[in-house]
């Protein structure tokens, strides 16, 4: 009898610990589930009658300043909490963007950084509001960045940028944009189409 008394109280144990962790579990859920209804998103929606350049979006960026970049198939739209500016193409401008299709942004201090379906990168400078198109200085003057897909900022300040034909890399200092693989690296990841990129501690993930 003092055995089963004692596999009595085991098992009477086990069960008050099974529903203390289900009502414990429980209270979580319902704090949680009172605490996500009392949150009222708000969603707007920009449009053409907005000023919205495409309904096409591919990406977004937000500068120092507070606007809001975003990418489409047909311009770079600025957004400032009210209105929006678009920029597009100026045939025969020198300083404006040199494709409408936007595929990848950037921003960071004064520049914004434009990855398109043209040749090479773009830099929009805030203060000048003017774009500056950059090409590789590769002896290959056939080898530009294309449909960039992805522009981050190395912890050393240069940029780096994903392409459907390979990775390339922004020189800050000298102001000058090369393919980031260099001699046999070069042959073995030639053509490779880079869509993300991360850096971390050092390393470079693709």
């Known amino acids: 009898m003092k055995k089963l008394g004692r596999l009595h109280r085991t098992n009477l144990k086990k069960i008050i610990d099974h529903i203390s962790s289900i009502v414990l579990i429980s209270s979580f859920l319902f704090v949680f589930t009172a605490h996500s209804q009392n949150i009222d998103y708000k969603f707007n929606q920009l449009d053409f009658n907005d000023g919205l350049s495409n309904l096409s979006v591919s990406c977004f960026a937000k500068d120092e300043l507070g606007f809001i970049w975003i990418g489409t198939e047909d311009g770079l739209n600025r957004y400032d909490g009210k209105n929006l500016k678009v920029y597009r193409n100026i045939e025969g401008k020198q300083n404006s963007i040199t494709n409408n299709t936007i595929s990848a942004l950037l921003a960071t201090g004064k520049y914004l950084w434009i990855g398109n379906n043209g040749i090479g990168i773009d830099r929009y400078n805030m203060e000048t509001d003017e774009f500056k ?51 046999e690296a070069k042959k073995f990841f030639s053509g490779i189409n880079v869509k993300s990129i991360i850096e971390e501690d050092e390393k470079i993930w693709l």
Not at 148 to 168: F, R
Request: charged share 20%; aromatic share 12%; proline share 4%.
């Open 133 to 183: 198109n950059f090409k590789t200085t590769s002896d290959d003057r056939t080898v530009f960045p294309k449909s960039v897909s992805t522009i981050i900022e190395l912890q050393n300040k240069n940029i780096l940028i994903g392409a459907i034909n390979g990775l390339y890399i922004f020189d800050t200092q000298n102001e000058t944009l090369s393919p980031y693989f260099q001699g």
